[in-house]
């Protein structure tokens, strides 16, 4: 719920791992674990961005729709 409320039209929405686990009030290993599992489950796809000195910046997660059963 919390990245589909923060995501724009098109379910896309990029917030850090430290942003997500303060704003949930979770530790940032739940919040890893709980992005991996909604990636596995097909909710979820995770896209990795890069600055231009090519250091990371935060991934681009896009909510997708429900998967079929």
Do not use: Q
């Amino acid at each position: 719920m919390y990245l589909h409320d923060r995501s724009d039209a098109e379910g896309k929405c990029w917030p850090g791992i430290n942003t997500i686990a303060a704003d949930l009030k979770l530790s940032r290993s739940t919040v890893k674990r709980a992005l991996a599992d909604l990636e596995r489950a097909g909710y979820l796809k995770r896209t990795h961005r890069f600055r231009e000195n090519g250091s990371y910046t935060s991934n681009l997660y896009t909510v997708l729709p429900r998967p079929p059963s």
